[in-house]
């Protein structure tokens, strides 16, 4: 049976809209707490291979809702099985639920139902997910290694600072006034580790708590997302982020039938850059005025002119998502290795900086020691 009968779409209904989903951390696939991405991944590639096959969209949920080892992927299964029971469309069934299903998710479901292409647009769906995956672990590697440095020269400094220093402590305080001021400093730090220990945890916890209530703030988020692009350095590397994101969303809805409007509204949900989901909003609006997708593009300074410029010739030849799509596959192959350049940077840097401080450290021991060799001598 098709599975526009199996969802009683009864003439084109339409598209179904959902408000803005909320932060979701990562489940362990179809297993315990609550669903995440992970779920979403393997329902929509197990409901994919299930249509394929030809079983009807009921008896493929019913299926997913015993192979849900996840509870409350299982109780959102059983959910959506008994609004497709009552005549309700499948959109409308995950429309429910926009804490997993995104609105292009839902967008691109209502456009395919009554079409027959379900299967591909959720297999389209899931590739675009692996991408995303993708992109978040190159990024995720790329800062993995420099931040296991840090974290290891700072363990290194403390050790030294707590362990090693007071054992010198009584030597070098014969010649006090004779100490380079690294070594008094050093000698300083060591004591405050060591005496006043819980009140440095106390300031550090203290610091910390204060920097996530200011950065969870209204002002803090917009501060921070006004650096991500206009920072020098930092800006390119969000702007190809923001930009890949965002024409990836927009391509596969448009090719699909979703209008350019609601394509546009569900892209702001994928991008979480406030400054460019306001871009998004002016384009949106600019494209419900009459105008085209490339002049709301171009009122931002921190559009890359070849963006826009793709974005004019895909409008003008009408091949508008084909080209959005290119253009996101070019700007993540420059994303990613940009982010590859930037960790082999920051492996010689930190080596610098590790063996500097290390250097510091182990003259601010030496130089008093020969000192009192001299003096004994």
């Keep these: 049976m098709p599975i526009e009968l199996q969802t009683a779409a009864a003439g084109?209904?339409?598209?179904?809209?959902v408000g803005k989903k909320s932060g979701t951390k990562p489940s362990r696939g179809f297993g315990a707490g609550k669903p995440g991405p992970r779920d979403r991944m393997a329902f929509t590639e197990q409901l994919a291979l299930l249509l394929e096959t030809g079983m009807p969209l009921h008896a493929a949920l019913q299926s997913?809702?015993?192979?849900?080892?996840?509870?409350?992927?299982?109780?959102?299964?059983?959910?959506?099985?008994?609004?497709?029971?009552?005549?309700?469309r499948f959109a409308s069934a995950l429309a429910k639920h926009p804490e997993l299903f995104s609105t292009t998710y839902v967008n691109l479901v209502s456009a395919s139902e009554g079409s027959g292409f379900l299967p591909k647009v959720l297999e389209q769906l899931l590739a675009e997910e692996?991408?995303?995956?993708?992109?978040?672990?190159?990024?995720v590697s790329a800062l993995t290694y420099p931040a296991f440095l840090m974290g290891f020269s700072v363990l290194v400094v403390i050790f030294v600072l707590v362990l090693v220093f007071p054992k010198f402590a009584d030597m070098f305080a014969r010649i006090k006034d004779q100490l380079p001021a690294t070594t008094l400093g050093l000698m300083w730090l060591s004591d405050m580790l060591r005496i006043y220990w819980w009140q440095v945890l106390a300031t550090l916890g203290g610091a910390v708590f204060l920097f996530q209530r200011a950065v969870s703030s209204d002002a803090g988020r917009a501060t921070l997302d006004r650096w991500a692009l206009t920072l020098p350095g930092v800006r390119s590397i969000f702007?190809?982020?923001?930009?890949?994101?965002s024409f990836r969303v927009l391509s596969l809805s448009l090719s699909h039938g979703v209008s350019v409007v609601d394509a546009l509204e569900a892209t702001r949900d994928v991008v979480k850059n406030r400054l460019f989901r306001r871009l998004l909003k002016n384009v949106e609006r600019s494209v419900q005025e009459g105008g085209t997708i490339a002049a709301g593009f171009a009122d931002a300074d921190f559009v890359p002119e070849l963006a826009e410029q793709m974005v004019t010739t895909a409008e003008a030849s009408g091949n508008l998502a084909p080209v959005l799509g290119r253009v996101?596959?070019?700007?993540?192959?420059?994303?990613?290795r940009k982010l590859l350049a930037l960790s082999k940077m920051a492996e010689p840097i930190m080596l610098l900086v590790m063996g500097l401080v290390v250097g510091i450290i182990v003259s601010s021991l030496i130089l008093p020691i020969f000192k009192l060799s001299k003096a004994v001598t």
């Design 12 to 17: 084109s209904a339409p598209d179904v809209k």
């Design 328 to 336: 996101a596959e070019h700007y993540e192959r420059e994303l990613s």
């Design 130 to 139: 692996e991408k995303r995956e993708e992109l978040r672990n190159t990024i």
């Design 239 to 245: 702007v190809q982020l923001y930009i890949t994101q």
């Design 64 to 88: 997913l809702r015993q192979q849900a080892g996840n509870p409350g992927m299982r109780a959102i299964i059983e959910e959506m099985i008994a609004d497709v029971e009552s005549g309700q």
